[in-house]
């Protein structure tokens, strides 16, 4: 007897863990400023239930194109992962 739910099942798990391992790098011809920080690895993976602190500390994001964004803070900065380093100061 076929179970094709099981096998249904099992194939969406396949395809819903080989996107897992997905992580933006640093783009190879941007210059980061000598005052950047680099965002640690590892970082937290999608569905991992870590929070940030909620304290106001702002930062000069640099996105891994070269853009910036003021964030709140350093950590809210580096869960994302189109974020390459930080800046400790608002994005002028």
Known sequence: ???PHVLLSSVLSLLALSGCNHRLQSAPNIALPQ???QCP???????QH????????PVC???VD?????LSNACSACANPEISAYIDALCP
Request: net charge positive; charged share 15%; glycine share 6%.
């Open 35 to 37: 005052s950047a920080i």
């Open 66 to 70: 070269g853009s910036r964004s003021t």
């Open 1 to 3: 007897m076929h179970r």
């Open 41 to 47: 690895e590892p970082r937290p993976q999608p569905g």
């Open 61 to 63: 994001a640099i996105h």
């Open 50 to 57: 870590i929070a940030c602190p909620m304290n106001y500390l």
